[in-house]
């Protein structure tokens, strides 16, 4: 089979069904040796030969956060001549509205495997001081508003984290709790970077970041890369494991100034979750497993908000009790998420990995969900979220 063979079929078969065929992750943690770029190709190279496919059928690339022409610099590196490349940049979503969009370009026909990978050395560029830490995204258009009143990026979080205490009732240990139940999932993944139990008490008594949240409601600073290879089905009968279905997609942008947020207490996931389980014909009661992306512990509960898995406003008891770990009643973040396995930047392709090795069985011993009576879990989303609560996007995937 040819890249070429996918493009010509769609003109006769109509809009085709898109899966997961490769998932990989490159080293990921601490990672001192390696450039962001080797990092992409690790990643690459891994997640080719999880897929059994030959490189040849990649036709499409999709890649952001690196270099000055991102896709055309990642795109030569690995040695590849892309006919459709993407690289939309809309901070940690990014990886879920590229998902989409490839799905949407493969199911046309005018591609025929797209690889969406990532890569970045953002721990280890801090420690080598051949960077500083970054407490905004700039001063230049509207931001030029906020910025010089030293309103950061956190700062705009835990505003909305105090806007949904007030609005709610939340309460910090309700927050704290989630960032407890992340890192007993990272627990069991080997490759998390922090997997040492921590007490709520651990949560509430840590260093003040931005008020009300201490380091532990905060996501870790690391290494690492991941990449996900979407193929037309024509493809699924060479491929080396059994498909992960992508069921639908949803993207959504909200805001960039906070003055032109309507409500703190609503994240844009609202929107794409919405579209994103029209689209696939199911709802939130049918997801097994949800791959949310968690820079702080109020993105987490505001997105199971949003996503319609409880109530505005019922975050914060939703998710007590143990509910979100591994064999809890909806098991979130199942590597350990942002808190605690890995954050290297932009980590929306990470939720896409783990949802896939949930749905194929593949997450090990003690970190792998299973239904009643054993059997595998049939539907996840992920959910990535971009900027201070500015863009979502929603992808929802299914086995069989």
Same mark, same amino acid.
């Given at each position: 089979?040819?890249?070429? +063979? @996918?493009? !010509?079929?769609? %003109?006769?078969?109509? =809009? #085709?069904?898109? $899966?997961?065929? *490769?998932?990989?992750?490159?080293?990921?943690?601490?990672?001192?040796?390696? +450039? @962001?770029? !080797?990092?992409? %190709?690790?990643?690459? =190279? #891994?997640?080719? $030969?999880?897929? *059994?496919?030959?490189?040849?059928?990649?036709?499409?690339?999709?890649?952001?956060?690196?270099?000055?022409?991102?896709?055309?610099?990642?795109?030569?590196?690995?040695?590849?001549?892309?006919?459709?490349?993407?690289?939309?940049?809309?901070?940690?979503?990014?990886?879920?509205?590229?998902?989409?969009?490839?799905?949407?370009?493969?199911?046309?026909?005018?591609?025929?495997?797209?690889?969406?990978?990532?890569?970045?050395?953002?721990?280890?560029?801090?420690?080598?001081?051949?960077?500083?830490?970054?407490?905004?995204?700039?001063?230049?258009?509207?931001?030029?508003?906020?910025?010089?009143?030293?309103?950061?990026?956190?700062?705009?979080?835990?505003?909305?984290?105090?806007?949904?205490?007030?609005?709610?009732?939340?309460?910090?240990?309700?927050?704290?709790?989630?960032?407890?139940?992340?890192?007993?999932?990272?627990?069991?993944?080997?490759?998390?970077?922090?997997?040492?139990?921590?007490?709520?008490?651990?949560?509430?008594?840590?260093?003040?970041?931005?008020?009300?949240?201490?380091?532990?409601?905060?996501?870790?600073?690391?290494?690492?890369?991941?990449?996900?290879?979407?193929?037309?089905?024509?493809?699924?009968?060479?491929?080396?494991?059994?498909?992960?279905?992508?069921?639908?997609?949803?993207?959504?942008?909200?805001?960039?100034?906070?003055?032109?947020?309507?409500?703190?207490?609503?994240?844009?996931?609202?929107?794409?979750?919405?579209?994103?389980?029209?689209?696939?014909?199911?709802?939130?009661?049918?997801?097994?497993?949800?791959?949310?992306?968690?820079?702080?512990?109020?993105?987490?509960?505001?997105?199971?908000?949003?996503?319609?898995?409880?109530?505005?406003?019922?975050?914060?008891?939703?998710?007590?009790?143990?509910?979100?770990?591994?064999?809890?009643?909806?098991?979130?973040?199942?590597?350990?998420?942002?808190?605690?396995?890995?954050?290297?930047?932009?980590?929306?392709?990470?939720?896409?990995?783990?949802?896939?090795?949930?749905?194929?069985?593949?997450?090990?011993?003690?970190?792998?969900?299973?239904?009643?009576?054993?059997?595998?879990?049939?539907?996840?989303?992920?959910?990535?979220?971009?900027?201070?609560?500015?863009?979502?996007?929603?992808?929802?995937?299914?086995?069989?």
């Amino acid at each position: 089979m040819t890249s070429g +063979t @996918p493009g !010509a079929s769609a %003109a006769t078969t109509g =809009r #085709r069904k898109v $899966a997961v065929v *490769g998932v990989a992750l490159a080293d990921c943690g601490r990672v001192d040796e390696a +450039t @962001p770029y !080797a990092l992409h %190709a690790q990643a690459a =190279r #891994r997640a080719l $030969a999880d897929s *059994g496919l030959d490189r040849s059928v990649i036709d499409g690339l999709a890649s952001a956060g690196l270099g000055t022409l991102a896709p055309v610099e990642v795109a030569e590196y690995l040695g590849l001549r892309p006919t459709w490349t993407d690289s939309t940049s809309v901070g940690g979503s990014t990886w879920e509205v590229m998902a989409a969009h490839a799905v949407d370009a493969i199911a046309a026909g005018h591609v025929g495997a797209v690889l969406l990978v990532y890569g970045s050395t953002a721990r280890a560029d801090i420690k080598a001081k051949r960077r500083t830490s970054n407490l905004s995204f700039g001063a230049r258009g509207p931001l030029q508003f906020e910025v010089p009143y030293g309103h950061t990026l956190i700062a705009k979080y835990a505003m909305a984290a105090r806007r949904h205490m007030h609005e709610y009732g939340t309460t910090l240990e309700q927050l704290a709790d989630i960032a407890v139940q992340a890192r007993a999932n990272a627990a069991h993944n080997p490759d998390a970077m922090y997997r040492a139990p921590i007490t709520v008490d651990d949560v509430l008594g840590g260093p003040m970041i931005a008020d009300p949240f201490t380091k532990l409601h905060c996501c870790i600073r690391s290494d690492g890369g991941c990449a996900v290879l979407l193929a037309a089905e024509e493809y699924v009968p060479d491929t080396a494991k059994a498909p992960i279905w992508v069921l639908g997609s949803g993207t959504a942008v909200s805001h960039t100034s906070m003055s032109q947020w309507d409500d703190f207490t609503v994240s844009p996931a609202a929107v794409s979750g919405r579209a994103a389980f029209e689209r696939a014909g199911v709802g939130p009661g049918d997801v097994d497993v949800a791959e949310l992306y968690d820079a702080f512990t109020y993105m987490t509960l505001v997105t199971l908000e949003d996503l319609g898995f409880c109530g505005k406003g019922e975050g914060g008891a939703f998710a007590e009790k143990e509910r979100l770990t591994i064999g809890g009643e909806l098991p979130v973040n199942t590597d350990g998420g942002g808190l605690s396995a890995c954050h290297p930047g932009m980590r929306g392709l990470f939720l896409l990995v783990e949802a896939a090795r949930q749905l194929r069985g593949e997450a090990g011993e003690g970190r792998q969900v299973r239904k009643a009576g054993g059997r595998l879990p049939e539907v996840a989303v992920a959910s990535g979220t971009g900027g201070w609560f500015c863009s979502s996007g929603t992808v929802v995937l299914g086995r069989g």
